[in-house]
C-alpha cells in the first residue's frame, strides 16, 4: 500500500483557504485533516478530537520537550500546535495528510519533516482579495487595508512554497488541490519500489 | 495568458507509451504533439508535418550548427531531431508540449531547456512488462529478455526524473499525466504575476 504524504495549505485572509479546504475534503475518506491541540478551553460546541484536542498547558510543555509537535505557537497567552502522532498514523495508513497552517508555522513542518509538501492558496488578483474582504463585510475599512497587507506580506515570505494554487473558483482550486496530490505521489521517491524492483 | 510547458515523455519499450500519448493528446486542443525532423524518405502514407518533418541532410547540418533542435541523433545512417521551433511557438500559443524523446534525448532537451518537465511511463511491474512483451507476440525469446534488460538500464538512468507515471491502465496513465501538467502550472514560475502583482 502506498504511504500517504503531508500537503500544508496557507493563504491569505479573505482568500477562501476555509470553503476550498472543505470542498476537497468532503467524503474523502483517503485524506486526514489535521486537528491541532490547544491549551485553550472549548468554546460552546466544539468536541475535543473533532474542533481541538484540548489539553492542559504542563500536557502541552511536555509535548514540546518530547519533539511531540510538528509546529506550535503561542497566541494570545494560549498554546496551539500540530501533534505529529495524527499526522503519521494518518500517512502509514495510506491517507494524505492535510494540515492548515499559516506561513511560519508551515515552515517550521517542513524544517521537520522536509519531504512535507508547501501549497499556497492564491486570489486571482489583489484587486479580487480586496473585493472579497469588502464584500464579507466584517472588516473596517483600516482593517481591510490592514489585511491586503499582510496578505502582501505572506505571498513575498510564500515564495518558496511548491505550488501557487489561485482560487478563482472553488471547483477550479480543488481541481488544482487535487492535480497536485495526484502528481506528488508521481514522484520518483514514491515510486522507488518499480524503480528499485 | 498562460504560457506552455514543455513535458517529455519517455518509457521502455512495450509500457504502452504510445497509447498513452494518443490516448491523452486526443482531442486536446490545448496541447502540441511534437513532430520530429528527419533525413530519412518518406514512407508509404506518411505526411511530411504529420508524421515528420522530411529534410535532407544538408539542412540538417545547417540546422545543427544553428542550435535549432532541442536534441538530435544519428540512427542506422539518417538523422532524427527535435525542432526547437515549433516546440516555442505552442508554448508562446499556450499549449502545452509533449515531446515522446527515449532517455539520453530527454536529457539533452533538458540541458538546452531545464525548465522541462521529465516523465518516465512505468509498468506496473516488471512481471507485467515481459507479460506485456510475450503478449505482443513480435519479439523472440532472447529479443525480449534484451528489452527487459534494455528496460531496467533505462529505468536506473531516468532516476533524476520528475516524475513516474504507472502505466496499469491507460485511463490512470492519463489521469497522473493530466495531474502532472495541472500541478506544474502551478508552479511558483507560473505565477509570478499573481505573486509580485
Known amino acids: 500500500m502506498r504511504r500517504g504524504k503531508t500537503f500544508v495549505i496557507s493563504g491569505p485572509s479573505g482568500v477562501g483557504k476555509s470553503t476550498v479546504l472543505k470542498a ?3 467524503g474523502r475518506e483517503d485524506l486526514y485533516f489535521s486537528v491541532s491541540a490547544t491549551t485553550r478551553d472549548p468554546r460552546p460546541g466544539e468536541v475535543d478530537g473533532v474542533h481541538y484536542h484540548f489539553i492542559d498547558a504542563d500536557t502541552f510543555r511536555q509535548m514540546i520537550a518530547d519533539g511531540q509537535f ?18 503519521e498514523e494518518a500517512m502509514a495508513q495510506g491517507k494524505d495528510a492535510v494540515l492548515d497552517i499559516e506561513i511560519v508555522g508551515a515552515g517550521n513542518v517542513k524544517r521537520q519533516m522536509p519531504e512535507a509538501v508547501r501549497v499556497f ?5 489583489w484587486k479580487e482579495l480586496e473585493r472579497r474582504l469588502v464584500e464579507r463585510g466584517t472588516d473596517s475599512e483600516e482593517k481591510i487595508a490592514k489585511r491586503l497587507l499582510r496578505a502582501k506580506v505572506e505571498f513575498q515570505a510564500a515564495h518558496d512554497y511548491d505550488y501557487f494554487v489561485i482560487n478563482d473558483t472553488v471547483e477550479g482550486a480543488v481541481q488544482e488541490l487535487n492535480a497536485i496530490l495526484t502528481a506528488e505521489h508521481c514522484r520518483p521517491t514514491e515510486r522507488m519500489e518499480i524503480i528499485n524492483g
Do not use: Q
Open 121 to 125: 492558496i492564491a486570489p486571482p488578483s
Open 24 to 26: 476537497l475534503l468532503e
Open 70 to 87: 510538528l509546529e506550535y505557537a503561542e497566541y494570545v497567552g494560549n498554546f496551539y500546535g500540530t501533534p505529529r502522532k495524527y499526522v
